[in-house]
């Protein structure tokens, strides 16, 4: 699915995980915050007046005390509608803005939400479209914590930061201006404590913050471990790994126990007990300066503000600080959705925007390889200097001892990988250059191991695409599917369970070629797509190959080469390098050939 249009092109500026300063990973996590909250910024910026007017009422009713008291109480000056109003202002402001903060809370709530669904999108979007090779190194249930949890945690910085942070910011300084008006003495001594709060944070923060990041980084870890035993769970019990993978788990799961708990340590020892001390100590402070002076009458209204405001002080202090384990745990996130986010994208998924269709060459060959070298890793190729020309309609076979690089081959055809030495081109156009939509409408592909998804048969082969049923129906009887996929006993409509479980790995096999069928592509690739079905479903897959002979290429590679007996030529790779070519006959006369080896041993075998 692609992501929305609104958030698909922005990529945080951000080079490596390892090489980010907190600094940089906080910019980052605002951008994406930011950048995800866009089509609701006005929204976004109304929540912040509202903070504002709550704000302001809160900061409006010590002063209305301070009224009703020196004004009324003391010089008993009983002005009763007047003093309803005050004690109504001073009592009325409280509820009030608690009212709209509550108010506010719920629809930044709202607003968070949507930003975390988009942002989930974008990542989903962007995943699903980067390069094979990023996959090779990408670990199952880090990416999905990536798109799950850590998007969710982006949540938070809403309404952590935006809601609580700033409320209490807005709190803090209306309270600081009012004392000022009222005495600046006394607001300057207030204010004096100021640096310790921030020692006191800065403590926490130098105290927790490499807890909250390797907290986070074992839960992923957490996620992956679970992921990679439940997809090899039969490999793991056959094994009797249970245990090892058992313990495995545990270990990491008590070290992120441990990061946890010294995360709540750092706030437990430390933070709210020094802030809960500041404020006491602040309050005994601003008394005992009061006692120093003359008290004037004027002055008790004034001592009755400042005591109250002081609460209003020390609170948003305590909020904001407490806030700043889970704004770290965010920002950690949000830095990680970042870093995903700027992978770079599949270059034919870049490309594919802006290159104009140019109509291919009806005479060129179906595939023609010229001088292709290929290394995963620099400097090792495994594919060397390949030349190969495939007319349409040509079945062609490759066979090859394991590691020979028929997959790799296959893998550069279906443009998993880029091509750097030599070219490939499609009917006459560089591979690279032809639009995605195109290319993966012309070229199908069966797999050696049937993806299947938990969804039926029709669904299956459809994969998304919107066929019509008629064409479903057509690819499924061209690769002799039909007659399963009609017994069954909602015939096309039936559910195949997760993976396909209700198949047997031959009917599985024949719903993959259907589906590569279905898109009616101009070369089908085979990935060893008979290794692992019986001999009799190997024979359905030959009499359907045969029948598309001349209609479509045909590229399998195979193992079993009864498979490709029949192709017009058979390419022997060893070690990358093409080591015979020709129809099966002719590579038998070879004595000694690498094929004719081949062919004999699995004759022996069999
Ligand atoms: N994703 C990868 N990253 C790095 N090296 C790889 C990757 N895939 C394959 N290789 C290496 O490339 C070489 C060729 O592998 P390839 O899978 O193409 O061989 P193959 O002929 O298909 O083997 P098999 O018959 O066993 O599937 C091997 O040495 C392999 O280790």
Redesign the pocket.
């Given at each position: 699915m692609p992501a929305s249009g609104a958030t698909s092109n922005w990529r945080p500026a951000l080079k490596h995980p390892d090489h980010v300063s907190s600094g940089k990973q906080t910019r980052v996590a605002f951008g994406l915050l930011h950048h995800s909250a866009r089509p609701d910024l006005s929204r976004l910026y109304w929540a912040l007046l509202w903070l504002v007017a709550a704000a302001f009422l809160e900061v409006l009713g010590p002063i209305a005390g301070k009224a009703l008291i020196d004004e009324h109480l003391l010089p008993r000056h009983l002005d009763w509608p007047r003093m309803w109003l005050l004690l109504g202002a001073v009592l009325g402001t409280g509820w009030i803005a608690t009212g709209l903060r509550y108010w506010q809370l719920v629809s930044l709530s709202g607003l968070a939400m949507r930003s975390v669904q988009r942002l989930r999108e974008q990542v989903y979007g962007h995943m699903l479209r980067l390069p094979m090779?990023f996959f090779?190194r990408a670990i199952t249930g880090q990416l999905v914590s990536r798109v799950t949890n850590d998007t969710e945690a982006v949540k938070s910085l809403y309404v952590q930061v935006l809601f609580v942070m700033l409320d209490s910011t807005i709190v803090l300084a209306g309270t600081v201006i009012a004392m000022a008006w009222l005495d600046w003495r006394m607001m300057l001594i207030v204010l004096a404590l100021l640096p310790f709060v921030l020692g006191i944070v800065w403590l926490y923060q130098r105290w927790s913050a490499p807890a909250v990041t390797r907290a986070r980084q074992l839960r992923s870890e957490i996620n992956g471990q679970m992921a990679e035993s439940i997809s090899g769970m039969q490999v793991l019990q056959a094994n009797n790994a249970e245990t090892r993978f058992a313990e495995r788990f545990g270990r990491t799961n008590v070290d992120h126990y441990t990061q946890r708990v010294a995360e709540i340590r750092a706030n437990a020892w430390l933070l709210r007990p020094a802030l809960d001390l500041l404020n006491v100590i602040l309050l005994a402070a601003v008394i005992w300066m009061f006692g120093q002076r003359e008290m004037s009458a004027a002055e008790v209204g004034v001592l009755y503000a400042f005591i109250s405001y002081i609460a209003r002080v020390i609170e948003p202090l305590i909020q904001i600080t407490m806030q700043f384990s889970q704004l770290q745990q965010s920002v950690v996130a949000a830095s990680r959705v970042a870093i995903l986010l700027q992978e770079p994208l599949s270059p034919e998924h870049q490309a594919a925007a802006h290159i104009t269709q140019t109509p291919t060459d009806a005479h060129a060959p179906a595939i023609a390889i010229d001088h292709l070298t290929f290394a995963?890793?620099d400097n090792q190729p495994?594919l060397h200097d390949l030349s190969l020309d495939i007319p349409p309609g040509a079945f062609i076979g490759i066979v090859?001892?394991?590691?020979?690089?028929?997959?790799?081959?296959l893998?550069l055809l279906l443009r998993y990988y880029p091509v750097s030495t030599g070219s490939i081109r499609l009917h006459g156009e560089a591979l690279a250059t032809i639009p995605n939509d195109r290319f993966r409408n012309d070229v199908g592909l069966v797999p050696q191991e049937p993806f299947l998804l938990a969804a039926s048969a029709r669904e299956n082969i459809d994969m998304g695409r919107g066929l019509p049923f008629a064409e479903i129906e057509a690819a499924a009887k061209a690769a002799h599917a039909h007659g399963f996929i009609s017994a069954l006993e909602h015939g096309y409509d039936t559910p195949l369970g997760e993976g396909g479980s209700r198949l047997s790995s031959g009917q599985k096999q024949l719903i993959a070629i259907a589906r590569a069928l279905a898109g009616k592509p101009r070369v089908l690739l085979l990935d060893?797509a008979t290794s692992r079905i019986d001999s009799q479903t190997e024979q359905i897959v030959q009499t359907a190959l045969h029948e598309l002979r001349g209609q479509v290429t045909i590229i399998a590679?195979a193992?079993r080469l009864s498979t490709i007996r029949e192709a017009d030529r058979i390419i022997v790779?060893n070690h990358?390098r093409i080591s015979e070519s020709g129809p099966h006959d002719a590579l038998m006369q070879i004595d000694g050939g690498l094929y004719q080896r081949l062919y004999l041993l699995q004759q022996l075998a069999a």
């Open positions: 090779a090779d995963y890793a495994v090859g001892h394991t590691g020979s690089g028929k997959s790799t081959l893998s060893e590679i193992h790779l990358g």
